[in-house]
């Protein structure tokens, strides 16, 4: 037989097998629910890059929250408005005059090289691109995979955290818990951000302009800087408490809706060791 | 159902590492396989493509038909891409298969081209996992006789978003090649707004027709005249939305509601003289701006194009052409307005400037000035290019393909050799 002949034959043989059609379940149950006790899980953080002008960002918000419906309060998502996709239209305009832009947000979507690409994209856990030095750019279809990945690993921290609120001076304070169960050899940061779920406004969905779209998880600021505070390496069995104070932003935040989400970081891969979030009131 | 492409000036790549092979075992009759993988511009994903293709021209393979003027060729190919199911709460297929059978027919002054896909279900990001099926129907009857040629074309196109990574979108790792049936344009202005094949949906058609008025004619005058008229339409596809993971049913012969594109086209080329000539042509287009760029913007632009070209000949080897354009619409930047001169002194040196003027811009601070020159060498297989340009944004589009480009300023020096 010759070559192109044997070639031909053994692809034709690898295409035997070429096609799954899918009948039906499309689904499964996959997704691990949240662990109960004492033990310390491992959250994940999904950073969303989102804008009410980008008409394919509601795809990455539902696969969001659909993600959210697998795993639970273990998966915790910040909505960070950034790029031109969230520029607000000119007051009097008749829609996407609101302004969900922030430092923070936006600082992220810088330093992460974010910003100029097609969104929307999204981080998982702020996990590295293999083999780079670089944080892992996702588009939404490959968030399951990632999360599913970093969500089954064992937690070398645990985070609690305790809220309160002066609704007199709008300040917000968080205390929060370190726990370190393994070594962190790596110096680590503790940021802690302030969210704000469910803000009806306007958004572009597709072809469609939404009027009361309900904007999930949406970034509003920090307590204590884009990155926290630098904490310096950690040994296991090291306890840690620390307070941070701030006031809420924008002046129409509603305080009802604000979540405080403490992140511990790798100070050198950027990595997030551990996420946790809770309501502020 | 498979095409791989590399166009660098459209900053496409999905070119194959992997082995092709091609089998004629006797005249008229070709096999070829292909097996790699996709580039993904300096990456190459793990995820397989393979494929094989058959053609049999009837006529050469079989003796005693030979003869007959009826030629008849026939086709079919089977790709099938390989990509792990990566998403726990999904069953996805891994093998994801999509095969297309094609016939050619030929008789006379008559042709008939048709090609039907199909492709098995194939959720992706591009689709937002829909279980749904995909095909596609295209076909082609023209009709050409000396001084006249008439093409109808039909398509109807479902779900065929067909990638060997199911979760990228945009131009990257698309394997298979969805055409177009309205015209690929040439002249500047009407590039402004190119239609790109909505490969999740669309339905349309398109006819052209070209005549020949004899010379020494009362229309064709001392060297002939040619008419051509083109019409071109694509509308979505009929959807009727299920809340379950098959997103959508269709039916095959119904149109939808939404109109993505359309245009009209009537163009006149005169000979004037032995040494020069005259291209007189006139566009009308519609184009859903929302659908095919993905703006936020008024859903339809509306414009009229209407084109001059002039070209003078010195010599055999050297002439001047020049290209005088005014686009009108009311929408998006407004009027233009263009004018280019280029030498061609062949068959080494092209040269060539233009203007296009955004004179329309309802802001007057955006009513740029485009301008290009550009300076082309060409020995043997070698070609040199210096341009320097002021590159508006829009739609770039090569071969039927289409990517956006942000607007630009700079020299640029290419150097392209074959051998």
């Known amino acids: 037989m010759k070559l192109h002949q044997l070639a031909l034959s053994a692809i034709t043989a690898l295409l035997i097998s070429g096609c799954d059609k899918i009948e039906g379940p499309y689904g499964t149950n996959n997704g ?57 239209y000119p007051a009097g305009a008749p829609y996407f005059t609101y302004d969900f832009r922030n430092p923070t947000a936006t600082a992220i979507a810088t330093d992460f090289n974010v910003i100029g690409q097609p969104f929307p994209k999204g981080m998982v856990h702020r996990m590295l691109n293999p083999g780079t030095s670089d944080q892992l750019i996702l588009d939404w279809a490959g968030w399951e995979s990632k999360v599913d990945q970093w969500i089954n690993t064992v937690a070398k921290a645990g985070i609690e955290i305790a809220t309160s609120y002066d609704s007199g001076n709008k300040n917000m304070t968080a205390d929060i818990d370190l726990k370190v169960v393994s070594d962190l050899t790596d110096p680590v940061s503790l940021a802690v951000y302030f969210v704000e779920d469910s803000i009806v406004n306007w958004q572009k969905d597709g072809s469609t302009n939404v009027q009361n779209y309900i904007h999930r998880h949406v970034l509003r600021g920090s307590l204590n800087g884009t990155y926290g505070e630098d904490l310096g390496a950690l040994t296991a069995g090291t306890e840690l408490t620390k307070s941070y104070t701030g006031q809420l932003t ?19 891969t950027k990595e997030v060791i551990q996420v946790e979030e809770v309501k502020l009131q | 159902m498979f095409r791989s492409y590399w166009e660098p000036n459209l900053g496409l790549d999905n070119s194959m590492d992997g082995l092709r092979a091609v089998f004629t075992p006797k005249p008229g009759i070709t096999f070829k396989g292909v097996i790699g993988r996709q580039r993904d511009f300096f990456t190459y994903p793990e995820n397989v493509v393979r494929g094989v293709d058959g053609d049999i021209q009837i006529n050469d393979a079989i003796p005693f038909l030979s003869g007959m003027k009826l030629r008849i060729g026939l086709g079919g190919s089977f790709v099938s891409k390989f990509q792990k ?58 009709y050409t006789q000396k001084g006249l040629g008439i093409r109808l074309s039909a398509k109807r196109v479902d779900n065929m978003d067909y990638r060997s990574d199911r979760g990228v979108t945009g131009t990257r790792l698309l394997i298979n090649y969805l055409p177009a049936v309205n015209r690929q344009q040439t002249y500047r202005l009407a ?94 287009q519609i184009y859903d701006r929302v659908k095919i760029e993905g703006k936020i913007a008024e859903k339809q632009v ?11 000949k010195f010599s055999s080897t050297n002439s001047i052409r020049v290209d005088l354009e005014h686009l009108y619409t009311e929408q998006d930047r407004g009027n ?34 485009y301008f290009n020159g550009s300076v082309n060498y060409v020995k043997g297989g070698t070609r040199l290019s210096l341009s320097w340009a002021r590159q508006r944004a829009g739609l770039l589009c090569v071969g039927g393909v289409c990517r956006f480009v942000p607007a630009s300023n700079g020299l640029a020096l290419t150097v392209s050799s074959r051998f």
């Open chain 1, 32 to 88: 691990g629910g949240p662990i109960g006790g004492d033990t310390i899980v491992q959250n994940v953080l999904l950073e969303d890059f989102t804008g009410h002008t980008c008409q394919a960002c509601p795809n990455a918000h539902r696969e969001a929250t659909r993600l959210h419906d697998i795993y639970g309060d273990r998966l915790i998502i910040l909505a960070l408005h950034a790029d031109f996709w969230a520029d607000p």
């Open chain 1, 250 to 268: 924008p002046a129409d935040a509603d305080a009802a809706h604000i979540y405080i989400v403490a992140i511990l970081t790798n100070n050198v």
């Open chain 2, 85 to 142: 199911d990566d998403k726990p709460s999904l069953i996805l297929p891994e093998n994801v298969g999509a095969y297309a059978g094609r016939i050619n027919l030929r008789y006379g002054k008559l042709a008939f081209d048709a090609e039907y896909a199909y492709k098995i279900n194939d959720p992706s990001q591009a689709n937002l996992f829909t279980y749904n099926y995909g095909e596609a129907l295209f076909a082609n009857l023209t």
């Open chain 2, 191 to 284: 590039t402004l707004y190119p239609y790109a094949t909505q490969a999740l949906g669309e339905m349309g058609g398109s006819t052209e027709i070209y005549y020949t008025f004899k010379p020494k004619s009362a229309l064709g005058g001392e060297y002939g005249t040619t008419i051509m008229t083109n019409f071109a339409g694509v509308s979505d596809i009929d959807r009727k939305n299920l809340d379950d993971t098959l997103g959508y049913v269709s039916d095959f012969t119904t149109i939808g509601d939404d109109r993505f594109y359309q245009e009209v086209t009537f163009e006149v080329t005169k000979k004037l003289s032995k040494k020069s000539k005259v291209i007189v042509s006139y566009l009308y």
């Open chain 2, 302 to 312: 509306t414009s009229h194009l209407g084109v001059v070209e002039y070209t003078y």
């Open chain 2, 336 to 369: 233009w307005a263009m004018a280019l001169v280029e030498f061609d002194m062949a068959p080494h040196w092209t040269l060539t400037v233009f203007d296009e003027w955004n004179y329309g811009n309802d802001d007057s601070k955006k009513r740029f000035h």
